[in-house]
């Protein structure tokens, strides 16, 4: 006997929303609606492919639907579906904290190669500030087995949730997440002792550029994490000025910057005091992170 034209399939539901989300012209329309499907559905994205005939409850059906009707509004997949994968790890995200983003591991492949090339990286302190999820601070941890990191952000909600990555993936004896505006808890909480590594994803984003950005950032992204300011280097800024305060002698501070702000990023640093500055560039060839060396 045939199922009734209604009854609404695996395979199904993927055809429809795949073809609705091109319409919506909503990222990897393809890959959206499976995510989501393996959300409602409590299972590995994998075994969508397995179970093309199964068929969804009512309930399960609805609470998909409504899903999808976000994600057609341009609301964040990651965010419907609290998570999202950085540096093959998963992390919790809510809309208090930004997203993680491929550009963004640039940072962590540098800091890998560096400890395993470089030399007094045997046991690294690192800071890593503007920490929103802890992605950051949490793939270098969970890579580098003998660093010690301490993880800031000036949102009491994003500290919360880095906080629960952190405890998630076991990494609560090596990280610690507080909340301050940059190096502040170090004047008032935390031992002075210098860095060997300082990290950070801060907001880049000129002020006035922000409404120009795509409507899954600019609506749904927290803009604490977003604005840098009049020429988005407000952030950059500060925290270069008072990086080499705050390192041992060799020590590296690597900053993400937006693609076109690599040559005014370079003269910060110099600036600052490092005589050794570079930008580096992340996969697809774009300037993405300014690199500052404290002198020996």
């Known amino acids: 006997m045939q199922k009734p034209i209604d009854t609404w399939t695996i395979r199904r539901l993927l055809e429809w929303t795949t073809g609705f989300f091109e319409r919506k012209q909503i990222d990897a329309p393809r890959l959206s609606a499976e995510l989501l499907l393996a959300h409602v559905l409590a299972m590995p994205r994998i075994r969508v492919y397995t179970e093309f005939g199964r068929e969804l409850t009512d309930e399960q059906l609805s609470l998909y639907r ?6 057609g509004e341009h609301e964040p997949i990651a965010y419907l579906t609290g998570r999202a994968h950085f540096f093959n790890l998963e992390f919790e995200v809510t809309p208090d904290v930004l997203i993680p983003r491929p550009d963004t591991e640039t940072i962590v492949e540098h800091v890998l190669q560096q400890a395993r090339l470089g030399s007094g990286m045997d046991s690294p302190r690192v800071l890593d500030l503007c920490t929103g999820s802890g992605c950051i601070a949490a793939a270098i941890a969970h890579h580098l087995k003998s660093a010690n990191v301490l993880a800031i952000d000036v949102s009491d909600a994003a500290v919360a949730v880095a906080k629960r990555n952190v405890e998630r993936l076991s990494l609560s004896e090596r990280v610690t997440v507080a909340c301050g505006d940059l190096f502040e808890p170090l004047k008032t909480q935390f031992t002075a002792a210098p860095f060997n590594l300082i990290v950070s994803n801060p907001p880049y984003i000129p002020s006035q550029g922000i409404d120009r950005l795509d409507r899954n950032v600019r609506d749904f992204e927290p803009r604490l994490a977003l604005d840098g300011g009049p020429d988005g280097l407000a952030f950059v800024r500060r925290l270069l000025a008072e990086a080499p305060q705050r ?3 060799g020590g590296r501070v690597y900053v993400e910057i937006q693609f076109d702000q690599g040559p005014a990023a370079l003269q910060i640093a110099q600036q600052a005091g ?8 992340d996969h697809a060839g774009h300037d993405r992170v300014v690199l500052g060396i404290q002198p020996a």
């Open 274 to 281: 490092f005589t050794e500055a570079r930008i580096i560039k």
């Open 66 to 71: 409504g899903l999808v009707k976000r994600a």
């Open 247 to 249: 390192l041992v002698p």
